[in-house]
């Protein structure tokens, strides 16, 4: 195998949810190790945000593939190579790359099954489905960020995420000075940006710092954001995330979101829901009755059983929820294993 073919390169993060589902699209369309470089961008010392990865996404988001043009010419790395920053494009792109009748490129002889939804009409659920799932109301960045509903579980989430935060704005700080000090250079854009992101961070440190104070104890200012956090937590989970919930196990066709054969959609859908069921408690290792169950609680709803899924999961006649029984038939998989770290 020459080394001289330039590889695609993958720039993850395993405590990213979209990233999950492009490593997930990996596993599922049989890509070998040695086809795509692997690259982990720690979130938590803010690689995101240094002018090289910048340069390659200037929204300083994970994943984002950049994919050699083989028969580009040209000398500058613009047109030598794209970036692809949307996860359902990155999916969508290793999804064409590697298919049953064109192994192009590829090292691998795994099965290559198609993931794109093959006839107009299920094209159309899916771009249905995928809109609910890669909205930013419920973007699962936002759903860890905004995931406490009182003061004891404020206080559970500053533990969890201030690590992050904290070394979020340590980084976008040295940035900024490095800058300031000319020993990088940065356009006006990329300074306003860091000065952005630093700001948004900030204003969820100040809930955060104040989480182990009883409501009692705050003073005013502190008083109003902490309510502001709640107002804003309680209208992500208890509109937006129970919405997208109740929506999608109504729209998906089960066993898998398009029916019998797993597609593009269930990969965005398995790193979300696992998002919301790790948030609501839950883990890799539940089953999907648990798994959704603890949802259900977590929302306070009731998701409608489905006699089908009861029959395709052979749950001994116990009607389940679609997505309980979707939830079972990706567990199933040998790429499960992505959310098993
Ligand atoms: N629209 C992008 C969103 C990707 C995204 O928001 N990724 C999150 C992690 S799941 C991220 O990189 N956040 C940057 C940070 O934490 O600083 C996509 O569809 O891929």
């Known amino acids: 195998m020459s080394t001289a073919i330039p590889k695609a390169v993958l720039y993850y993060s395993p405590d990213s949810a979209w990233s999950s589902s492009v490593l997930l699209a990996l596993e599922e369309k049989g890509y070998a190790e040695d086809e795509v470089d692997l690259k982990i961008v720690d979130l938590s010392k803010g690689e995101n945000f240094s002018v090289s990865f910048l340069r390659l996404n200037p929204k300083a988001t994970v994943p984002t593939l950049v994919v050699p043009f083989r028969d580009s010419v040209a000398d500058d790395a613009e047109t030598r190579y794209k970036a692809l920053t949307d996860t359902k494009a990155i999916i969508a792109l290793l999804d064409q790359s590697r298919s049953p009748l064109s192994k192009t490129r590829t090292t691998s002889t795994a099965p290559a099954p198609t993931l794109a939804p093959a006839t107009v009409a299920f094209s159309a659920t899916s771009n249905a489905l995928l809109d609910i799932l890669h909205a930013e109301e419920v973007s699962?960045?936002?759903?860890?960020?905004?995931?406490?509903?009182?003061?004891?579980?404020?206080?559970?989430?500053?533990?969890?995420?201030?690590?992050?935060?904290?070394?979020?704005?340590?980084?976008?700080?040295?940035?900024?000075?490095?800058?300031?000090?000319?020993?990088?250079?940065?356009?006006?854009?990329?300074?306003?940006?860091?000065?952005?992101?630093?700001?948004?961070?900030?204003?969820?440190?100040?809930?955060?710092?104040?989480?182990?104070?009883?409501?009692?104890?705050?003073?005013?200012?502190?008083?109003?954001?902490?309510?502001?956090?709640?107002?804003?937590?309680?209208?992500?989970?208890?509109?937006?995330?129970?919405?997208?919930?109740?929506?999608?196990?109504?729209?998906?066709?089960?066993?898998?979101?398009?029916?019998?054969?797993?597609?593009?959609?269930?990969l965005s859908l398995a790193s979300w829901i696992f998002e919301v069921v790790k948030l609501a408690g839950?883990?890799?290792?539940?089953?999907?009755?648990?798994?959704?169950?603890?949802?259900?609680?977590?929302?306070?709803?009731?998701?409608?059983?489905?006699?089908?899924?009861?029959?395709?999961?052979?749950?001994?006649?116990?009607?389940?929820?679609?997505?309980?029984?979707?939830?079972?038939?990706?567990?199933?998989?040998?790429?499960?294993?992505?959310?098993k770290r």
Do not use: C, H, M
């Open 140 to 266: 699962p960045e936002t759903l860890k960020f905004i995931n406490a509903r009182d003061t004891a579980s404020l206080k559970t989430l500053a533990k969890t995420i201030s690590p992050l935060l904290v070394g979020r704005q340590k980084a976008l700080a040295e940035y900024i000075a490095d800058s300031e000090a000319g020993r990088v250079q940065a356009s006006e854009k990329v300074k306003r940006f860091w000065q952005d992101k630093q700001s948004e961070t900030e204003a969820l440190l100040a809930v955060l710092r104040a989480a182990d104070k009883d409501d009692a104890a705050l003073d005013s200012a502190e008083k109003t954001k902490r309510e502001e956090f709640f107002a804003k937590a309680k209208e992500v989970w208890q509109v937006a995330v129970k919405n997208a919930v109740v929506k999608l196990n109504k729209e998906i066709t089960g066993p898998y979101a398009l029916g019998d054969q797993l597609s593009v959609v269930d």
């Open 282 to 339: 839950g883990s890799a290792e539940d089953d999907g009755s648990t798994a959704i169950g603890r949802v259900e609680r977590y929302l306070d709803v009731a998701l409608p059983k489905d006699f089908r899924v009861a029959d395709a999961r052979q749950k001994d006649g116990a009607a389940v929820n679609k997505l309980a029984g979707l939830w079972d038939g990706l567990r199933s998989r040998g790429s499960w294993k992505v959310y």
